[in-house]
C-alpha cells in the first residue's frame, strides 16, 4: 500500500511543483492536492493521509488554523504535519512545533531537503501506527482476559451457592430465582443497573451458611425442635464469617504474584454485599426476626429486598413440610405482611417489578441444575438479566 502525502497550498502551481520534484525523484507514494485548509480538513477526514505538508498563509483557514484542528481530533493528530512558510518570523518554527508540527520547511523549498524531511516523517508515522497497533492488541487482549475472569468469578460464585442449596433445596435453582427477583426490585428501587447486577450476584449467596448446619438438622422433614431451630438460625452468622471475615494471606499473595494489601483483597465491594445480605436476610421489619432482632432501616437495605426475594420463593416452591402455594395466593401472604415482616416500600417496588418476576419464574424453572448456569448468561428476561463482575 503506498504512502499517502497530502500538499495544501492555496497556489496550484506550488502544488503540482510538488508532484514533479517527488515523481522525477522516483518516488511512489500517492499525492493528495487541496488548495484550501477546510478542502484539506474534509480530505484528512475521509481518507487515509500519512503525512501532511501544508502552507502557512492562506486564505480563511491557515496552515496553522489546519494544525490546531487536526491536533484536537484523537483520529487526526498523529498525522506528521510539515509547516512550509516564505516568512522569516522570528519563532514562528518553535511556534509550530509547540503546536504539534513535526518539522518546518523554507521557500523556496529544495528537492533534496523536501525528500528527506518527508522519508523521516514517514518513519516517525510507520514507529506511530506500530504503536498504536500494538496498543490496540495489548487492550483487547486485557479485554478478554477481563472477560474470562469475570467468568470465572460468575462460575465460582454460581456454584458456591449451589452447594449450600443442594443440601436443603430439592426445587432447582432456588439461589438463581432469588437473585433475579431481587435485581427485579432493585431496578424498580431506581438503582443503577450496575449496583442491581452486583445484587443479583450478592443475593445468590444469601444461604451459603447452611453449609455449615448439621443434616440431620437441615433435612429434617418435621417440625424443628428449640434447639434444632436454635440451630438454624445460625446459618446467618456462619454465611457471615464465610463472606466477611478476613482468612490468611494465600501465599500466592505472599509470593509476589499478586501485590495486594490485605485492605485491598478484602475490600470487594460484591463479597461487602453479599456478607450483609447473609447476616441480615431473616431480619424483620418489625425488629421480630433473627439473628439480631434488627428492626426498620437499621436492617441493610440490600437484605431487605432478598428479603421479601426468598420468602415469595419459598412460598411458590415445594418443600418437605409443604406444597407450592397458588401466586394468588403467596402475593396475598406478602402484601398482609408489608410493614411487619417487609419494609414497606420494597413491598411496593416488589409489587411493581411483579410482571417481570413471574415471567422469570417461569423461565428459572424450565432449567435443571446443570443447565442453570447457562441459562444465567444466556437469559433474556425483562432488562436481560446478565451477570456481570
Known sequence: MNNR?????????????YVR????RGCRWDFVLAESGADALERIRSERIDVVISDVDMPGMTGLDLLSKLQLDPATQDIPFIIVTGRGETGLKTRALDMGAVDLLLKPVDSNELLARLNNALRLKACADELKAQKESLDLQVQQRTHELADSRLEII?????????????TGNHVLRVGTYSRLVAEAM???????ETLLLAATLHDIGKIGIPDAVL?????LNGDEWHIM????????????????????????????????RHSNPLLRMAADIAMSHHER???????HGLAADRIPLTARIVAIADVYDALRSDRPYKSPYTEEHALQIIKRAGGQHFDPDVLLAFLAAYDDIRQAESEYRQYDASEAVIAVSASNVSSRLHFTI
Open 5 to 17: 502525502i497530502l500538499f495544501v497550498d492555496d497556489e496550484l502551481s506550488v502544488l503540482n511543483a
Open 233 to 264: 438460625q445460625q446459618h446467618c452468622e456462619i454465611g457471615w464469617s464465610i463472606l466477611a471475615e478476613q482468612g490468611p494471606s494465600p501465599m500466592c499473595l505472599d509470593s509476589g504474584i499478586y501485590d495486594w494489601s490485605p485492605a485491598e
Open 21 to 24: 520534484i517527488l515523481r522525477h
Open 158 to 170: 454460581w456454584r458456591l451457592a449451589k452447594a449450600a442449596e443442594c443440601r436443603d433445596d430439592d
Open 285 to 291: 421489619w418489625d425488629g421480630m426476626g433473627y439473628p
Open 219 to 223: 433435612r429434617k422433614p418435621g417440625k
Open 190 to 196: 431506581g438503582w443503577a443497573p450496575s449496583e442491581c
